[in-house]
């Protein structure tokens, strides 16, 4: 028997904790951005991920994607800590108690609300070993210049590492489709390392998602 | 504060209001009083309103477990403490912002839809016994746009 004294008890329902009027503030009279933790955060104009690009090609010429995907593996490491540290204390639950709904719904409202566009998982490939993530809208697959290939490595790096947190197995994180390459939404396989170095090769001769998928998935039963 | 209200405060940047732009803050202080009457109301009776909730809902779902039930009644529970909020801050889009987005993910992969259609369609009709029609005025829209949010196909 359901009791509403019980529910109500509950001084705080699951709301949502990235919902942006409580989650940006800011103390403007000294310039900074926060979120509601007190930690800093900034709005980056869109040249700036430009030039970023732009500097790091210049300077580094094909390594860029490389510096690229490994500043988003740093940035994904310590983004993975604050943001299990941030839900774990919001909703006042251990992360292994925790429905895997709900930090995928914290994904998502924290992705959105910090302005990196949207962000969708998707786990129907998850019995082969692989875990696919869409976004649209990316800043940096706005931003970057005409490589031709998928370009989000930030974002490509983070996700190998949050996940790689998350699962405490050795990810890897590769895009196949990319908004700069004309197609609705960026997508990210994350699985394995090994069984994802070929995936990287396949990029390389722009082979397409479905193909990319459907060869390392044979890979497994082959 | 609503977003027209919002909006006026950028366009008074420079000039005071003219009398027609000033006519949408005396429509929102107007009211005022009222919503914090129905806001009272609606904080001072919350586990009155979902008492009787609670007991069809385990009437017509008899075979559901548990926790789901008690989640979707967490569900409207919030949405309703978020309604009363947004008629306080007289805000089309808060409830939007805040919370529909949020638990719309939920209602899917829980595909709670009919426990989420029942429990809407009680919580209103005992709403309707509990407030006047032009109370019910600054609720009903809220609700039924958190409804049509949770139930979306969105694929």
């Known amino acids: ?222 | 504060m609503s977003s027209d209200v919002n909006s006026l405060l950028t366009q008074a940047e420079n000039r005071y209001l003219k009398p027609e732009e000033l006519q949408e803050f005396k429509r929102h202080t107007s009211t005022l009083a009222q919503r914090l009457k129905i806001y009272e109301f609606l904080r001072d009776r919350e586990a009155v309103i979902f008492e009787p909730i609670v007991e069809k809902l385990q009437t017509a779902f008899p075979e559901a477990q548990q926790p789901l039930v008690e989640k979707s009644l967490q569900h409207w529970i919030l949405i309703m403490r978020h309604c009363a909020m947004a008629m306080l801050l007289d805000d089309t889009d808060y409830l939007k912002n805040n919370v529909l987005d949020w638990l719309r993910g939920f209602v899917k992969t829980r595909q709670s839809q009919t426990i989420e259609t029942k429990i809407h369609e009680l919580l209103l009709a005992r709403l309707q016994e509990m407030l006047s029609p032009k109370a019910m005025i600054y609720l009903e829209d809220n609700l039924n746009l958190a409804k049509d949010t949770l139930l979306a196909n969105s694929d």
């Not at chain 1, 949502?16 to 509601?36: C, H, I, K, P, T």
């Not at chain 1, 030039?51 to 210049?58: C, D, M, P, V």
């Not at chain 1, 696919?132 to 290939?149: D, G, N, V």
Request: glycine share 8%.
């Open chain 1, 1 to 222: 028997m359901i009791e509403i004294d019980d529910l109500l008890k509950q001084t705080q329902l699951p709301g949502n904790y990235f919902a942006f009027n409580s989650y940006v503030r800011g103390d403007l009279e000294l310039g900074l951005l926060e979120n509601r933790r007190g930690d800093r955060i900034l709005a980056l104009p869109d040249t700036l991920v430009r030039a970023i690009y732009k500097g790091l090609e210049q300077e580094t010429g094909q390594a860029a994607r490389l510096v690229l995907f490994n500043c988003g593996r740093w940035w994904g490491k310590h983004f993975y800590v604050r943001f299990c540290e941030e839900i774990a204390e919001y909703y006042h639950q251990p992360l292994g108690s925790m429905e895997m709904i709900q930090f995928t719904q914290c994904l998502q409202q924290c992705w959105k609300t910090h302005g990196w566009g949207t962000l969708d998982i998707d786990g129907s490939y998850n019995q082969q070993g692989f875990l696919l993530i869409k976004t649209t809208h990316s800043p940096f697959s706005q931003e970057a210049p005409e490589w031709k290939r998928p370009v989000c490595y930030l974002e490509a790096g983070l996700f190998s590492i949050f996940f790689s947190q998350l699962t405490g197995r050795d990810l890897h994180c590769v895009q196949t489709t990319c908004q700069s390459l004309g197609a609705d939404y960026n997508c990210f396989i994350v699985g394995l390392s090994d069984r994802l170095k070929a995936a990287e090769a396949m990029v390389d001769e722009n082979q397409d998602h479905d193909t990319i998928l459907r060869q390392l998935c044979q890979q497994k039963s082959g």
